[in-house]
């Protein structure tokens, strides 16, 4: 199986260190093309993965082509490679805004489309990627492109609708949980500490309590309560945050982003 990258931007060499870190498939089994040569001469010199000549070679070499441009330039590239697509080939939209429906409108023909929204955490092996696809695609080759998504992550097949939502809560929360992060080392060199110091206690911190929100099924708002002593100092931080608005704030901030991911 040959995986081909048409877009070697930040998610795309994301996803593509995953593949191949993960030993999924060795380094010369994945293509790439972008027009910007170096980012795919880069990502070639790290991995070891193969250079595309254009978009009509990667498609004519890959089976499954993932499209990992820009939204406002997916019409164009669909436009250059349609005719090339090969029948079984299996195409994988990474952007929000593009539908199933709009994305095979746009090949003027039957073609088996999956689509996605995975995260940069794929980088370490701890991305989280939604999953549907059109009729087209069988019950084994979704399995195949989720083994490719589960090669540095988690899969979750989703209807198409709920796409938006996950854009918001996961798509984009990459940049939310390092700006908190930011933010939490900003107050403890204020507080002393050294910068490296409290980046890895506010990183940890965050790691570890997502690992047991996930791991004790327990809900977030029992967790919280279980560190609030009576008239502690978790207790006396979270007033603050409530004062501030700061659960109001993210949710009006994913309500937002899936509001732009519609729009797109």
């Known amino acids: 199986m040959k995986v081909g990258f048409i877009g070697c931007g930040n998610m795309a060499r994301a996803m593509i260190a995953g593949i191949v870190k993960s030993g999924l498939l060795q380094a010369d089994c994945v293509y790439a093309y972008d027009i910007h040569t170096q980012a795919v001469l880069a990502v070639q010199k790290e991995l070891g993965i193969a250079a595309a000549r254009d978009n009509i070679h990667l498609v004519e070499t890959a089976d499954i082509i993932v499209l990992a441009v820009k939204p406002q330039v997916y019409e164009k590239v669909i436009a250059q490679i349609k005719n090339n697509v090969r029948q079984n080939s299996i195409i994988v939209t990474i952007t929000p805004g593009k539908t199933l429906a709009q994305i095979e409108s746009w090949f003027g023909k ?24 059109n009729k087209a695609v069988g019950e084994e080759e979704l399995k195949t492109v989720r083994s490719l998504f589960e090669s540095f992550g988690k899969t979750e097949c989703v209807e198409e609708y709920m796409i938006d939502a996950v854009v918001g809560v996961s798509g ?19 507080g002393g500490m050294s910068r490296q110091a409290a980046y890895v206690f506010a990183s940890q911190a965050v790691l570890g309590s997502a690992k047991m929100v996930l791991e004790t099924g327990k809900h977030p708002g029992e967790l919280k309560d279980m560190v609030c002593s009576p008239g502690g100092t978790t207790i006396e931080a979270v007033r603050i945050l409530e004062k501030g608005g700061f659960r109001s704030a993210v949710m009006e901030a994913i309500k937002a982003c899936m509001e732009k991911s519609r729009g797109m």
Do not use: H, Q, W
Not at 111 to 129: L, Q
Not at 172 to 190: G, H, K, Q, R, T
């Open 172 to 190: 984009s929360s990459p940049a939310y949980v390092f700006m908190l992060i930011e933010a939490m080392a900003d107050a403890a060199v204020a």
């Open 110 to 133: 039957p073609v088996k489309i999956v689509r996605t929204m995975p995260n940069t955490p794929a980088t370490v092996g701890e991305g989280m990627t939604a999953v549907c696809c």
